[in-house]
């Protein structure tokens, strides 16, 4: 299976504490998203990473790629207690923009 | 601007029952994406449709699944008949052609088969 791997699958934190979450892939890749799904909601696109970068960052957000380990990680700074939620990373193999998601972080920030 | 809209949200039904998912993507994206998701497999991809052409339905877990797009504004998810290990969470999602990568996700139907 293609299927990216997600690490932790579940991360529990007090809020105003960072939370990073990895993920792991088998094959190059043209770009990686990440998205979160709120409890009973669909998922909702955070942010994309290209395979010619490295890092990139959107509000509370950091996003790095290691292409030479297949791996990505999202750091979610001074958390707060809606951003409990599991978080995906997508991936693109083919350039196709088929997707292919992960397992999931499952995300619990504590008031 | 209305995000994806998905109906029912709901479906309860038993075994042996065709049902049908109904999937309205945001106006002015040309493609359109069904999953499914389950505690056991996570989110699958069953099928995408670019220009409400199937480009790729090998995700499609058998025939009992069929899928068609009419026109830009309306897709179907049907299941004929249904079994109990279809219970899942189906989601639709569409992407614009100038944001391709960038997928906005549907509410979803909780599909229970009994």
């Known amino acids: 299976s293609q299927q990216g791997e997600e690490d932790p699958q579940a991360l529990s934190i007090q809020e105003g504490e960072n939370a990073t979450m990895n993920c792991s892939y088998k094959?190059?890749?043209?770009?990686l998203q990440w998205y979160r799904q709120n409890s009973g909601r669909g998922l909702v696109h955070l942010i994309l990473i290209r395979s010619n970068e490295r890092e990139k960052h959107s509000g509370r957000l950091r996003v790095t790629l290691d292409t030479s380990k297949k791996s990505s990680s999202l750091l979610i700074t001074a958390s707060r207690a809606a951003d409990t939620a599991s978080y995906f990373c997508?991936?693109?193999?083919?350039?196709?923009?088929?997707?292919?998601f992960g397992t999931g972080t499952r995300l619990k920030v504590l008031a | 601007d209305a995000g994806v809209i998905q109906s029912p949200r709901h479906e309860v039904t038993e075994m042996g029952q065709e049902v049908t998912l109904r999937c309205k993507p945001i106006?002015?994206?040309?493609?359109l994406f069904w999953y499914r998701q389950t505690m056991m497999r996570g989110l699958e991809l069953l099928i995408y449709f670019n220009n409400n052409v199937p480009i790729d339905d090998s995700g499609m877990p058998e025939d009992r699944f069929s899928a068609k797009m009419p026109n830009a504004s309306f897709s179907t998810l049907k299941i004929q008949p249904s079994e109990p290990r279809d219970s899942a969470v189906y989601f639709c999602?569409?992407?614009?052609?100038?944001?391709?990568?960038?997928?906005?996700f549907g509410p979803g139907t909780r599909l229970l088969v009994l």
């Open positions: 094959t190059s890749i043209n770009n």
């Open positions: 106006s002015g994206h040309n493609s």
């Open positions: 997508a991936t693109d193999y083919s350039g196709t923009y088929k997707y292919i």
């Open positions: 999602a569409s992407s614009s052609r100038i944001i391709q990568e960038t997928q906005y």
